[in-house]
Structures are given as C-alpha cells and as structure tokens.
C-alpha cells in the first residue's frame, strides 16, 4: 500500500485532485465557494462532477449517495449507481452537475419532529462543498445538508454551517474594530477525542442487553476492574493494536488525521483523538470514524462499544470537543499574544466565551443530553452536569486584576487599569490541567468535556458557536458605537469578569461540596437528566438568540426538543423492555433449573444417609427461591410502569414518567438479578459475565 504519505487521502476527492483534474478556471470558482461560499453556477457543477465521477470510477465506484446527518444522530445514504443505458444496449457512467448539487430522498421515515406534514414527504440533500467527497467501498459519498422542502433543517449540518457562519460574522466585526483589515473569515476547529471499548464479537452475540440497547442492563461486578489503574496507557494487546493498526490505515485513506491512540481507564476501554480541523469537517470524520471503528472491529471479530456507560461499576466513554477560533491567515484567536495590545484582543475573545458558557449554561448542558450520556455525567467519572468552566491560576489572577483594578503579579507588576495598553502580558499557561472541569481552558483553546461517546459533535457545537457569536455581538455592538475603544473595551471587559465570575471554578469538580456552592451560593443551573433540561431549549432567551443569529427557526427548535426527548423516551422503554425479557425468560429459568439441580443433589445425599440435614443445599434454595420471587415481582412492576407511560399527554410528561418511575423500576430488577449471578454455577448462568467481557480481548 506505500507509505502513509503516500496513501493519505487516497479516497478523498480533495484539493489536490481538484487541481489535477478540473480545468483551470473551474477550479478557481470551486475554491471561491469553498473560501467564501460564493454561489457556483451550473457549468462549474457539470465540470465538478464529471470530474468527481471520472476520478471515483478509476478507484472502483459504481455508486454516488448524498452523504447526510438526519436527527437519528447517524448518518444516512441512498445509493444511486452511475450507469446510463446507451443507444446501443449498454451503459455508460454519467454523472451530472444536478445530481451533485441536489438529490431528493424520501424524508418521511426520517425524524422531523412534526416539521415535515406526512403528506410532504419530500425532502432534499444540498452538497456542502466544504466538505471533500470521499469513496466508502463502492460508493462516491458526498457531505450534503437534509432539509425540507419548506426549507427547514431537517439535520445537524444545516445548523452547524449556520452557527459557524453566525460566530464568522461577530468575529469579523471585532477584528475589524482592531484594525485588522486582511482577514477574509474566522472559522471555529475541533479536534474530538473518542472513547470506546472493544469486546470479542462471539461474547456481544450472547448479551440481548448489548445487542438491542448497546449497555449491559445486568451484571455482578468482576472481581477486577479499574482499581489497579493498571489500563490507562496502559501497553496495547496484540488484538487491539491489530485493530487500531487497520482502523488508522482506513482512517487515513479518508483523509481524517488520526493521531494519538491509548488505553483508558476502564478495562477493554480506549481512545482515538485525531488532529483538529475546520468544525463542520471535523463533524464529518467523526461521524465516518465511529463508523469506521465499528466496521473494523467487525473483521478483527471484536465489537466496538460506543454506548456511554455499556458496564455500571467502571467508567464509561465520553468525547472531549477541543474547540478554538481561528483566522484564514492562520492566528488562533485564543491564543493569548506576545504584545498587550494583541492581550487585549485575546482577553476580549476570552470573555466571549466566558459570557457564552455562562448565559448558556443550559444550552450547553442539554446539547450533549442523551439517554445513555445520563449515566455518565456526575458519576465521578466525567464532570458533573453543572457547568464551569476552568481557567487555570495564571489567567484567573489576571482576570481577578483587571476587575479589581489591583496590580497583577505577572510579569509586569504594573496596577492594572482603563486603557489597552495596561493590559498585562502573561505566559501560555498549560501545565495546571484540571481534568473535572467541564469546559476547560488548556492554552490556547477549550476543552468541552461534557460530551457523550455516541453523541455527534454537532450538537455541542452548534450551541457553543452560537453563544460566542452572541457574545461577541454584543461586544462589536458597544464597541463600533464607542467614543473610546480603548476605555470602552476595557470596561467591557471588565463588566464580563465581574458579572460571569461565578462559572469560573477552579477546583476539583467531582466534589459533592461543589454542587451544593455551583447551585446555592453561585447559582448555576444543575440538569441531572435529559427531561430535566431539553425542555429549557424552548426558554424565550434561548428561542431569541438562535433566532436572532439565523441558527434555527423557531418551528426547527420545537421540532429539536420534540425529536430529543423523544429519543430519550424510546431509548429507555427498550432498556427496560429488553430488562423485563431477559430476566422473565432467561434469568428466572436459570436460576430454577439451578436451583432443582442443588435439590436433586440434596435428595441424592438424602437417599445415601437418611435424616441428613443438607443445611447448606437447603439454605441456597432458599436463597434462590427469594430471589426468583423478586425477580418476578420487579419484571412485572417495570412492564407495568412502561405501560403506564402511555398515559401520558405528551412527550415532556413521558420522559419525566421515565425518570421517575421506569428507571428506578429498572434498578430495582437489576440489584435481585446481580446477587443471583453471583449465586449460581456459571455454566447455568445465561450470559457471559462482567470479568468474560471486560477481560474477553487480549
Ligand atoms: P489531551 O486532552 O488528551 O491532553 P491533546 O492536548 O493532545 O489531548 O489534544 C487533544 C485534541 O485537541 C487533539 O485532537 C488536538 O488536535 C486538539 N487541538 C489542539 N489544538 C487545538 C486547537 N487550537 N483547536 C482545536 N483543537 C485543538
Ligand atoms: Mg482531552
């Protein structure tokens, strides 16, 4: 296959391919809408796609598919192969301009949250030039946005190519008010990093909990899990390097920067971080790469897990979304500058964010609400469900300096007050990492924490960019109104650190005592669940600031939470459905036909030795039977608590009904169903255990 230079990319219809295949002047009005987003006319998309179609035949394609995100939060595709019938009874490959820029799938089985009346069924997929096509086995996929035919976001890339358009466009404002008069775009990065465990296929196969649900809804704890701190960076097994070594090459035929791989925490757990990129990108090599992951594992008869809790007791999977703003021209503008005056421009980029995660704390915290992601967050494993965001010691003295107006003991011991050119210079701080936080400042970019294994960085995303854009609004607003920048931008900075101080923390997040000063003393919102916080997505501030930046439309936004939570309902009511069928059908039967062999064993030694007592057979078939008795009292309280959610007006009151009843009915079944694991012969026991799967791969 050659070296990795030579075969990055290889399945990518990139920009060096562009170059070598498009005619000149075509080449340069595709780049201008890649750059600028300029509108491209017919005769460059005919050229374009001749191209592509030429260039994807040569690697093997016969097929094309729009390439999208629906709300199911995977991606789809519809598979349309390029053969055209010829006069003579044969076909030729063709491929036009039309097909690239629109194709029409039936959006009716796709969710719209009640966006798309049944009777429009129609929907279309618009190509998103910024994204490269790629080939996935036969097929030339193209990244497409979904939308209705009324025009609304039936996906999650609409909205992120909005929310990326809305922060460029504050940004620019303030870059401009500091004189910069060559940048051309401010676009945001991200550099996911992705957790997730790899399991022996023949094990997964065993589990219905796994393979209806993607998480274990039983299981007794192994004797051995993370407490021996033995995995994390742990040396690599034969089989999963074999893994990652495939995964990486497949990754890097993509074109997606897969860079760092280590074990994690828990056994059998890992992780894969690429190199950053532009975030819509980034969007779509993270969704091909949990994709991938799993396609892989599949050949090296292994299943990758990426379920944010799949085993209670050791830690689950979470994705860390490293996210910064950058120019054209290639400055971070989180990246704190040599001069004060470049200081300046960075503290007020700084406080953006700072005011964003602060005003949408609750946009942020239900941006990453799923089902499986509530068991992770506050578990002492990922940050709590209340946000804050860490600063580090050297940026927060300079914070605390510039409110006050007290001397800062940085490098420049000066008092700190109006005027750009006091501002202080300081160091790059990035050793004090702070791995509780939620929202983490490291450097020169931030660390949202909160996110899910599964969940699509879209989401996230989508809220942080808009927030900052909102921020940044205001802030351009004041200031291309101001008499003095200088003194303006100062005191505006200063207001931010005085009224938004409160997120600031940072200590140790994972502390119960930090809740309790979070949500008393300073405040903040904490949403333990996904019904306790989806519903604030239809708050006014929140409905107003996506509105007012051309992120979502308020008909999009309704449909967003009806979609989530209804998500979030189906999700649970198969937990608990797969918990009541396991445990009548299998778990129940198992222990009893235990429970009979120890009592055949005790009628046998009977039959040997009249008026023997049996006492430790008769003991554990007391036990058993107890068990089995709860067993059954506890299915048949779930099954009626999953029929009592039809009862329900709406999905608000169903996923409410699911938190406070059907998933304490499913903890209840659980705990009777553990102990008799523990309890009964192994070769009884239906499933593989806890210790057979979290130690199954070596
Ligand atoms: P860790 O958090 O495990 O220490 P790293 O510091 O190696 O991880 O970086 C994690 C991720 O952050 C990588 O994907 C990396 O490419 C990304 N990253 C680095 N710089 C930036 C940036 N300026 N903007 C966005 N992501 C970045
Ligand atoms: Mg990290």
């Given at each position: ?70 709300l ?40 719209s949250g009640g966006l ?31 939308c209705s035919?009324g025009g609304e976001a039936l996906d999650?890339?609409t909205p992120?190519?909005r ?374 997505l ?5 409905i107003?600031?996506l509105t007012?930046?051309?992120v979502y439309s308020q008909a999009e936004l309704k449909s967003r939470c009806?979609i ?135």
């Amino acid at each position: 296959m050659g070296t990795v230079p030579e075969y990055f990319g290889c399945l990518v219809f990139d920009d060096r391919v562009m170059k070598a295949s498009l005619p000149a002047d075509v080449y340069r009005s595709l780049r201008k809408t890649i750059d600028e987003g300029a509108r491209l006319d017919s005769s460059v998309a005919n050229a374009v796609a001749t191209a592509m179609k030429d260039w994807a035949v040569a690697h093997g394609a016969t097929h094309y598919t729009h390439w999208f995100q629906p709300l199911t939060g995977i991606t789809a595709e519809k598979h349309d192969s390029f053969i055209y019938p010829s006069p003579d009874g044969g076909v030729i490959m063709e491929f036009s301009g039309k097909e690239l820029i629109k194709g029409e799938p039936d959006a009716s089985s796709f969710p719209s949250g009640g966006l798309r009346a049944t009777f429009e069924a129609r929907g279309y997929t618009a190509w998103d030039p910024t994204s490269y096509a790629f080939i996935k086995g036969k097929t030339l996929c193209i990244p497409t946005a979904f939308c209705s035919y009324g025009g609304e976001a039936l996906d999650k890339k609409t909205p992120l190519l909005r929310s990326m358009k809305a922060l460029n466009k504050q940004a620019m404002r303030i870059l401009r008010l500091f004189g910069n008069d060559t940048v051309k775009c401010v676009r945001t990065s991200v550099g996911p990093e992705q957790e997730y465990f790899l399991i022996a296929k023949e094990m997964y196969d065993r589990r219905p909990d796994l393979r209806f649900t993607g998480r274990t809804l039983f299981g007794a704890k192994a004797p051995k899990g993370q407490e021996m701190d033995d995995h994390y960076f742990g040396v690599i097994k034969p089989r999963v390097a074999a893994f990652m070594e495939e995964l990486n090459e497949e990754l890097w035929k993509l074109g997606i920067l897969a860079k760092t791989e280590h074990n994690e925490v828990a056994p059998a757990q890992h992780e894969l971080a690429p190199i950053y990129s532009t975030t819509n990108i980034a969007t779509d090599h993270n969704q091909l790469t949990m994709e991938i992951m799993q396609k892989v594992a599949a050949k090296h008869g292994l299943v990758c897990l990426l379920h944010e809790k799949p085993f209670a007791g050791v830690n689950g999977s979470g994705k860390h979304n490293n996210w910064s703003m950058a120019t054209d021209t290639g400055t971070n503008l989180l990246s704190p500058g040599d001069t004060p005056y470049e200081n300046a421009q960075f503290l007020l980029f700084l406080c953006a964010v700072i005011k964003a995660v602060d005003d949408y704390q609750d946009l942020l915290r239900l941006s990453v609400a799923t089902a499986g992601n509530d068991h992770r967050l506050g578990a002492n494993e990922a940050p709590p469900a209340v946000i804050s965001i860490f600063l580090g010691d050297e940026l927060t003295g300079v914070l605390e300096a510039i409110e006050t107006g007290t001397p800062y003991n940085g490098a420049e011991k000066k008092q700190m007050k109006l005027g750009v050119d006091v501002l202080p210079r300081f160091n790059r701080d990035t050793t004090d990492r702070n791995r509780t936080s939620p929202f983490a400042f490291t450097g020169n970019k931030f660390e949202f924490r909160m996110l899910g294994s599964s969940n699509s960085i879209a989401c996230a995303n989508i809220m942080l960019n808009s927030a900052v854009a909102e921020s940044l609004k205001i802030y351009a607003d004041r200031l291309e109104g101001a008499e003095d920048f200088e003194t303006t931008l100062h005191e505006m900075i200063r207001k931010t650190i005085k009224d938004h101080k409160r997120i600031i923390f940072n200590g140790n997040g994972y502390d119960d005592a930090w809740i309790k000063e979070a949500t008393e003393r300073r405040g903040l919102h904490n949403y333990p669940t996904t019904p306790d916080c989806m519903p604030h997505l239809l708050d006014k501030k929140n409905i107003d600031m996506l509105t007012a930046h051309g992120v979502y439309s308020q008909a999009e936004l309704k449909s967003r939470c009806e979609i989530m939570l209804e998500n979030y309902c189906k999700a649970v009511t198969i937990e608990a459905n797969t918990m009541v069928t396991m445990a009548k059908t299998e778990i129940v039967p198992a222990v009893e036909a235990y429970a009979m062999e120890v009592a055949k064993a005790a009628a046998a030694k009977k039959a040997l030795e009249a008026g023997l007592a049996c006492s430790y057979e008769s003991a554990l078939i007391r036990k058993l039977s107890a068990l089995t008795d709860k067993i059954a009292v506890k299915a048949d309280e779930l099954e009626e608590a999953v029929l009592a959610l039809h009862t329900a007006q709406d999905v608000i009151a169903q996923a409410n009904a699911i938190r406070d009843t059907v998933l304490i009915k499913m903890r209840e079944l659980r705990v009777p169903c553990d102990e008799a694991e523990t309890l009964t012969a192994k070769k009884y026991w239906p499933y593989p255990t806890y210790g057979d799967l979290l130690f199954s791969v070596n």
